[in-house]
Antibody, heavy 121, light 107 residues
Framework: QLQLQESGPGLVKSSKTLSLTCTVS??????????WGWLRQPPGKGLEWIGS???????YYNPSLKSRVTISVDTSKNQFSLNLSSVTAADTAVYYC?????????????WGQGTLVTVSS | DIQMTQSPSSLSASVGDRVTITCRAS??????LNWYQQKPGKAPKLLIY???SLQSGVPSRFSGSGSGTDFTLTISSLQPEDFATYSC?????????FGPGTKLEVK
């Protein structure tokens, strides 16, 4: 079955760039009926959608983060990645990758296990 | 942007109880509403999509209803494994947004 796994540094210094990769296994990232998304959850808070990418490279981002976010895809490795620049303590969160299923109604399923990224000063 | 609210923020219940959680959107979202279950330290799990469609593998004691701005998630008979946090999410328009969550606790 389809599985997603996030990887990357768990600690990032303030003002630097947060970089994470999501590896997809059990299926191809090159499916026209899916987007691939990044979401995050600050400690004790709700979920926030960061952005999504299609294997073709088409992206859409949350406007609240758009100026700092880049999501890219590497179909040869079945991976997609997140870069978040100029991070602050407010970017400390568990970061999740997930498949965004495209249908008449979109939803996220499945999700990766999540990775905690702490921004330090 | 569409704001999502949930009530209650927390709920105490017992095994076997019928439980209802409410989600409200700041504008009409038709049936573009999904429900997720999240246990501590775990990723969210899709329960319901398109307001009332049960995700494959999810027990039939879970059901969703509503359209427009008001939605409900109902658990017909609580089981021990159902104590978790439940969040709604709108997919009507980007930026996608989630409710703050409802924590379901053991009474």
């Amino acid at each position: 079955q389809l599985q997603l796994q996030e990887s990357g540094p768990g600690l990032v210094k303030s003002s630097k760039t947060l970089s994470l990769t999501c590896t997809v296994s059990g299926g191809s990232i090159s499916s026209s009926s899916n987007y691939w998304g990044w979401l995050r959850q600050p400690p004790g808070k709700g979920l926030e959608w960061i952005g999504s990418i299609h294997y073709s490279g088409s992206t859409y981002y949350n406007p609240s983060l758009k100026s700092r976010v880049t999501i890219s895809v590497d179909t040869s490795k079945n991976q997609f990645s997140l870069n978040l620049s100029s991070v602050t303590a407010a970017d400390t969160a568990v970061y999740y990758c997930a498949r965004e299923v495209l249908s008449d109604y979109n939803w996220f399923d499945p999700w990766g296990q999540g990775t905690l990224v702490t921004v330090s000063s | 942007d569409i704001q999502m609210t949930q009530s209650p923020s927390s709920l105490s219940a017992s095994v076997g109880d019928r439980v209802t959680i409410t989600c409200r959107a700041s504008q009409s979202i038709s049936s573009y509403l999904n429900w997720y279950q999240q246990k501590p330290g775990k990723a969210p799990k899709l329960l319901i999509y398109a307001a009332s469609s049960l995700q494959s593998g999810v027990p039939s004691r879970f059901s969703g209803s509503g359209s427009g701005t008001d939605f409900t998630l109902t658990i017909s008979s609580l089981q021990p494994e159902d104590f978790a946090t439940y969040s709604c999410q709108q997919s009507y328009s980007t930026p996608y947004s989630f409710g703050p969550g409802t924590k379901l606790e053991v009474k």
